[in-house]
């Protein structure tokens, strides 16, 4: 399977924890988008990465949100001190490059902070 | 402030006929538009795309048409079919390869 996968698919964190949320990119992309679904809404941008470099991080929350693409491994959105309002669908979408404007999509993680 | 936007939250077609999904965007800076379609609990697929500089796009059942002056775009599947029931999202882009997500159409194809 060469798509873009994430995992876990379901994350289940008690409020005040911490949330990991990993991405693999398609076979052959290097950059790498985070979005966040909210219930009834549509898909928001948080994060655009290409390896080792945050190119806009101009969706995230400032505090408590961060994001890393590293040399190698998986990209992490990485959530501290989760709170209720945390909770939604957080995909991640790979692209082959600058003016490459097609995202492929990976299933998502469904986070439920309790 | 949402820069793309899909007025109809849901749209219900009869097996065989027509779908026309719309979207209009507020951003005259975006040259690069998509439609992506969302099953439940699955990511969103890319479906189709347009360049600015195209006013049609078509592929299979599926056509997008761009009005740059009327800042608008449809989708427009046919026939309709049974698997084409799902929410279907409008996206834009501008050079930065960022893109911005309406808030979707959910689709019913009726028997």
């Known amino acids: 399977n060469a798509g873009v996968m994430q995992n876990p698919r379901h994350l289940v964190r008690r409020r005040g924890q911490e949330a990991r949320l990993r991405c693999s990119p398609m076979k052959g992309h290097s950059h790498v988008y985070w979005y966040r679904q909210l219930p009834e809404e549509g898909l928001k941008f948080m994060v655009y990465l290409q390896k080792e470099n945050i190119i806009d991080e101009s969706g995230m929350p400032k505090e408590r949100f961060s994001a890393e693409f590293p040399k190698e491994g998986p990209s992490i959105l990485r959530i501290q001190q989760v709170v209720r309002g945390d909770s939604a669908a957080y995909f991640c979408?790979?692209?082959?490059?600058?003016?490459?404007?097609?995202?492929?999509f990976g299933p998502g993680t469904r986070l439920t902070v309790t | 402030d949402q820069q793309v936007k899909q007025n109809s939250p849901s749209l219900s077609v009869q097996e065989g006929r027509i779908s026309i999904l719309n979207c209009d965007y507020t951003?005259?800076?975006?040259?690069?538009f998509l439609w992506y379609k969302k099953y439940p609990a699955e990511g969103p697929t890319f479906l189709i795309s347009?360049?600015?500089?195209?006013d049609k796009n078509e592929d299979g059942r599926f056509t997008v048409f761009l009005n740059k002056s009327a800042k608008h775009l449809s989708l427009h599947i046919v026939p309709s079919q049974p698997g084409d029931s799902a929410v279907y999202f409008c996206a834009a882009s501008a050079t930065d390869d960022k893109i911005i997500f309406g808030k979707g159409t959910r689709l019913h194809i009726l028997p």
């Open positions: 347009i360049s600015s500089i195209k």
């Open positions: 951003n005259s800076m975006f040259d690069y």
């Open positions: 979408a790979s692209s082959l490059g600058t003016g490459d404007y097609e995202q492929y």
